[in-house]
């Protein structure tokens, strides 16, 4: 669940949504700054969850692992789980147009909460609530090699053993506009090497990436 905040009122701003001020001019602020607040407090609360729980991984490899534990994919799913798709403020035209299944605007508003709760409590009473939420995300990763960006090593692949560099084609599975599933495929020139399906287009060419990979056994 969403944490408890001292002052209601920076949670309230955290899950406005710009729309909301386009219908209603009594709203002074909506949640873009407490965004790029977030942005840097989740940065500085992975990093030292990583420090501290993977005392033998080296930089580039914890890197990586923050990169994957805070793509904005991810910060959805987290967003999902805590029922902040109902409790956002957004505009009539933005809600009707799938606006609060969007990942973008979920992925942003966990951010802002994030901002909002260091200036009502701290970073250490971040770093309770927000830990927890991202273990078993950061187990998920560590488990399926996800930190490993299955694009860029594919191509790499592609690039020593053929000399050309992987195109992938892309196509909607299926879903309504505001929550659709993509499919792609990754070919090296006319032959397709793997295919997988995402929630959004880069994830379905992960997946195919990744597939491509196991087929390979490169992974």
């Not at 009594?26 to 977030?38: T, V």
């Not at 609530?129 to 990763?141: C, E, I, N, S």
């Amino acid at each position: 669940m969403l944490p408890k905040f001292r002052n209601p009122t920076l949670l309230e701003r955290a899950l406005t949504h710009r729309s909301y001020l386009n219908e209603f001019s009594d709203i002074a602020e909506d949640n873009e700054r407490l965004e790029f607040l977030g942005d840097a407090v989740l940065g500085f609360v992975t990093a030292a969850m990583l420090y501290e729980t993977l005392p033998n991984k080296a930089e580039g490899k914890m890197t990586r692992l923050r990169s994957a534990l805070v793509r904005n994919e991810r910060l959805a799913e987290i967003a999902r789980a805590l029922g902040m798709a109902g409790q956002l403020r957004m505009g009539k035209g933005e809600e009707d147009g799938g606006g609060r299944d969007r990942e973008h605007n979920l992925g942003s508003a966990l951010e802002a909460v994030i901002g909002a709760y260091y200036l009502d409590s701290g970073i250490e009473a971040v770093r309770a609530w927000l830990v927890p939420l991202l273990a078993p995300a950061l187990r998920h990763v560590i488990a399926e090699q996800i930190d490993h960006d299955a694009k860029s090593r594919f191509q790499e692949y592609a690039q020593g053993v053929f000399g050309v560099t992987p195109h992938y084609h892309v196509q909607v599975a299926e879903g309504p506009e505001h929550a659709r599933s993509w499919r792609a495929a990754v070919f090296i020139g006319e032959t397709s090497y793997g295919s997988g399906i995402g929630t959004s287009k880069r994830a379905a060419q992960q997946a195919a990436a990744s597939d491509a990979l196991q087929r390979l056994d490169l992974m």
